[in-house]
């Protein structure tokens, strides 16, 4: 990755939902606009757990599995639309909180891409909290993406 890629990362939050899968393409797309390079965040919510510590150990060992699944997928994914291999970032806590800290501590990320789900259920937690109160704790600009907008849309943008 050039110099000038590593400092112009487009940062999408990696989940299973299908609004996912939108602002992955047009965190892709604006990317290759723009000379850049997408970002792929995973968080691994860490409940307070109460068992034994195998128990823990295991659970966490499973979680961290399934988790490295979905980013090289997701990764997997990105790389067919542009043939770049995304950075990775697999984090554990509470989302909101973890976001905002992987991108204080990476001044190579410009942007956050978040796709927001357009029917009565709402934005979803990500996009409500990061236009709302948690906006003050960002560095960087939020791009939120309609989740019902098609591949050839967002590909025809840019």
Same mark, same amino acid.
């Given at each position: 990755?050039?110099?000038?890629?590593?400092?112009n990362?487009?940062?999408?939050?990696?989940?299973e939902?299908?609004e996912?899968a939108?602002?992955?393409?047009?965190?892709?797309?604006?990317?290759?606009?723009?000379? /850049?390079?997408v970002?792929?965040l995973?968080v691994?919510?860490?409940?307070?757990?109460?068992?034994?510590?195998n128990?823990?150990n295991?659970m966490?060992q499973?979680m961290?599995?399934?988790?490295?699944?979905?980013?090289?997928?997701? +990764?997997?994914? +990105?790389?067919?639309l542009?043939?770049?291999?995304?950075?990775?970032?697999?984090?554990?806590g509470?989302a909101?909180?973890?976001?905002?800290?992987?991108i204080?501590?990476?001044?190579g990320?410009?942007?956050? =891409?978040?796709?927001g789900?357009?029917?009565a259920?709402?934005?979803g937690?990500?996009?409500?909290?990061?236009? /709302?109160? /948690?906006?003050?704790?960002?560095?960087?600009?939020v791009? =939120?993406?309609?989740?019902?907008?098609?591949?050839e849309?967002?590909?025809g943008?840019?």
């Open positions: 990755m050039s110099e000038s890629n590593k400092r990362v487009y940062l999408v939050v990696a989940d939902s299908e996912f939108v602002a992955l393409r047009y965190a892709v797309r604006l990317a290759e606009a723009n000379n /850049g390079h970002g792929i995973h691994i919510k860490i409940e307070d757990f109460q068992h034994w510590g128990v823990e295991r966490r499973e961290r599995e399934q988790a490295e699944k979905l980013l090289w997928s997701a +990764a997997d994914k +990105a790389c067919d542009n043939g770049v291999v995304p950075s990775l970032y697999l984090e554990e509470n909101q909180d973890v976001l905002s800290d992987v204080d501590k990476d001044e990320i410009q942007m956050l =891409i978040l796709a789900i357009t029917g259920a709402g934005p937690p990500m996009v409500a909290h990061f236009s /709302g109160k /948690g906006l003050g704790k960002l560095k960087v600009p791009v =939120i993406v309609p989740s019902h907008l098609e591949p849309k967002i590909d943008m840019f």
